[in-house]
């Protein structure tokens, strides 16, 4: 399998560190924004190429399947060159920052029948794993979902804490992995509402919101977001069930009463991305639809396009 990473940023790093592990594959190409950065990137992992533009890969025969790590706003566009090239394709999350790129870009999959994964990484992460599994053997059902996601961001940097070239969004973005989480955890969401605190003079997006989610199982979510909190920074699910509480922070996993839960024989790796790049290249390899494919997570994307019209018409009360 000769995969081309595109966007070698922190995130992008964190892929190619999973792969490592994966056997049979190979990096081939790196593509970054600079010239200087993909090379180094390139060297680092092995790959024989690296360029600045995504077409330099989707024109090598050496190239199988590509991993988008770009600018949101970037991603549905890229998705839908990289599958006209006949290339297999994971695009981190958010799919798109519109409803109408996201069918687009389940259209194109359609199409063409080629792999399209997006990058949900919470249905990997082995915590959320270990209460899905739960659910599926009718010993948990979820009541309430209680998340916290929260960074101090009132620049443009990435997890690494360097600058970054694009804005990054609370809802589009952030909410996308809990909205779809609740979704996979407990059913179709039929209610959405959200509010959202005032915009950054300089960034022009929202820093603080809050959004209630209900399923087709009665089970309600709250979720608050910011880019205001300096410290602790991340995302915190507590999980209220009939039968549990459990409180997840990435690939840990407590009870209520913080008991640490072990989690290491749940998957063959304790790394939520290296697990979701596992299923990409399982995928491909078996001829299957993903876990997080494109048709399973397009729901997430109504769901957010519902609420980003409620706060266009909220704007205009204003």
Not at 172 to 184: G, K, N, Q, S, V
Not at 187 to 199: D, E, F, S, Y
Not at 215 to 221: M, P, V
């Amino acid at each position: 399998m000769r995969i081309a990473l595109v966007g070698a940023g922190a995130f992008g790093e964190k892929h190619l560190d999973g792969l490592k592990n994966v056997d049979g594959v190979e990096i081939t190409s790196v593509i970054s924004r600079r010239a200087e950065q993909a090379a180094q990137v390139a060297a680092k992992y092995g790959a024989k190429h690296s360029g600045t533009e995504l077409s330099e890969a989707l024109e090598r025969d050496d190239v199988d399947a590509v991993i988008l790590c770009t600018p949101t706003q970037m991603h549905a566009e890229q998705a839908i060159a990289c599958m006209n090239a006949g290339k297999h394709v994971q695009v981190e999350i958010p799919l798109s920052d519109s409803w109408e790129d996201a069918q687009a870009v389940v259209a194109k999959q359609q199409e063409t029948g080629l792999v399209c994964m997006v990058g949900h990484t919470r249905r990997f992460n082995p915590s959320h794993q270990y209460v899905h599994n739960k659910i599926a053997a009718g010993e948990l059902n979820i009541q309430q979902m209680d998340v916290q996601t929260y960074f101090f961001r009132r620049t443009n940097i990435n997890a690494k804490g360097e600058a970054r070239s694009w804005t990054d969004h609370l809802l589009w973005h952030h909410a996308a992995h809990t909205i779809d989480l609740f979704a996979y955890q407990a059913g179709k969401i039929v209610t959405a509402n959200v509010v959202q605190g005032p915009k950054h003079p300089v960034l022009g997006i929202a820093m603080d919101m809050s959004i209630q989610l209900k399923s087709e199982t009665g089970a309600i979510c709250t979720l608050s977001l910011s880019f205001n909190n300096d410290g602790p920074l991340g995302t915190f699910f507590r999980y209220i069930g009939d039968t549990a509480t459990y409180i997840a922070r990435y690939d840990d996993l407590v009870t209520g009463k913080e008991e640490v839960i072990d989690v290491s024989k749940v998957a063959v790796s304790t790394n939520g991305i290296e697990l979701q790049d596992r299923e990409f290249v399982a995928a491909i390899r078996e001829g299957r639809e993903p876990n997080s494919s494109i048709a399973s997570v397009l729901d997430c994307y109504r769901v957010i396009g519902e609420l980003a019209a409620s706060l266009e018409a909220q704007d205009g009360w204003s």
